[in-house]
């Protein structure tokens, strides 16, 4: 298979930073989209897995599912796209696309496995798949998605995957007008869950245990802020909650968070990928209450979100770095000290 080098940014070991490198990418198939990359979010899984958290990271790791960029070239038998369209990759660049999950446009649970953007088995040219570090992607049509153009283009790439994370289960628990809305934690997840959440007519409530952080919540549209710690405000606003979407990204106490909801609320996580404290069965037993799950989103619903996106004109509040600052910004992102996105500004991988 023929192939085109592009430069790009990637760790050789769990314990080393990341580096220049030079990398293959295929050139386009029949249905293939070849994408020069302008920008790229960094989301903490790009750290868990560069540093082997998870233990199953195949190096060299190239991370980056958060891509923006315009189309290059497009296969033969491409029709969605054309060469200039400014285009988004998120965290999957293919699946089987004939079982159960994939027919019903849930391509994150491929029954036989999505392939995601990085550290995927590749099937094209073998190895593992290579992220958004990098100047250069090629992907299969069905899995470019289209950046509406009123959308700041810097700002629109964490859309690509802290977008999706908050957007869909939003979407899937219906979540609208009338709803009383808490969104647990403020970070990269957390702020795109209250402007969703607002954008969607829902009353929403920023829950977290930190007092300074109530001004940035406000601002980003959550009506009320509840401070976790404190022990009278909590008790409040017991059974209150219609839906609650947790951000925490590590193990923590459910039992609190539990507690808010109403007869038949939801609770859905998107951030811990750990075990969680045990809770009281109890808890959930009281009211008919739910805690759940929610990974990314498929295709159709990404594309469904970056329209509404468009619609409301709605981006994420970003800090751009430059490539060669790489390793500083995880540092950052490890310390909670970035608001509330770190994006790459793809030129500088160029120079």
């Known amino acids: 298979m023929q192939t085109k080098q592009a430069k790009a940014y990637g760790a050789q070991a769990a314990d080393a930073d990341l580096e220049p490198m030079t990398i293959e990418r295929r050139n386009p198939g029949p249905r293939d989209v070849l994408i020069e990359i302008t920008y790229c979010g960094v989301c903490h899984s790009d750290i868990h897995t560069v540093r082997n958290d998870w233990k199953n990271s195949v190096y060299p790791v ?82 470019v998605l289209r950046i509406p153009e009123n959308l700041d283009e810097k700002a629109t790439a964490p859309l690509l995957c802290a977008g999706i994370t908050t957007w869909s289960p939003l979407s899937h628990w219906k979540v609208g007008k009338g709803d009383k809305v808490g969104v647990v ?44 710690t404190d022990q009278e405000a909590m008790e409040a606003q017991v059974g209150s909650f219609d839906f609650i979407l947790n951000t925490i990204p590590v193990g923590h106490e459910m039992d609190p968070y539990i507690q808010l909801l109403k007869i038949d609320g939801t609770m ?42 468009g619609e409301h004109n709605i981006t994420s509040d970003i800090e751009l770095i430059d490539m060669q600052e790489i390793n500083t910004a995880y540092e950052r992102v490890v310390d909670s000290d970035v608001k509330y996105r770190f994006v790459i500004d793809m030129k500088s991988l160029k120079e």
């Open 185 to 228: 934690g403020l970070g990269g997840l957390g702020h795109m869950g209250i402007k969703f959440a607002n954008a969607l007519g829902a009353h929403v409530v920023m829950i977290t245990r930190s007092p300074d952080k109530a001004g940035d919540g406000k601002s980003l549209g959550a009506h009320e802020v509840l401070l976790s």
């Open 62 to 143: 190239i991370p980056g599912h958060e891509i923006i960029g315009r189309v290059l070239e497009t296969g033969s038998e491409v029709t969605r796209f054309s060469k200039g369209d400014r285009v988004g990759v998120g965290c999957m660049v293919d699946s089987c696309q004939e079982c159960d999950s994939c027919n019903k446009d849930l391509e994150q649970f491929c029954q036989k496995g999505a392939t995601f953007t990085y550290n995927s088995p590749d099937p094209h040219l073998g190895g593992r798949t290579y992220g958004g570090y990098t100047t250069l992607i090629t992907v299969q049509q069905d899995f």
């Open 268 to 309: 859905v996580l998107v951030g811990a990928v750990e075990p969680l404290k045990p809770f009281h069965g109890g808890g959930l037993i009281m009211g008919r209450k739910r805690v759940a799950g929610s990974l990314i989103g498929g295709i159709a619903e990404t594309q469904e979100m970056l329209d509404f996106c």
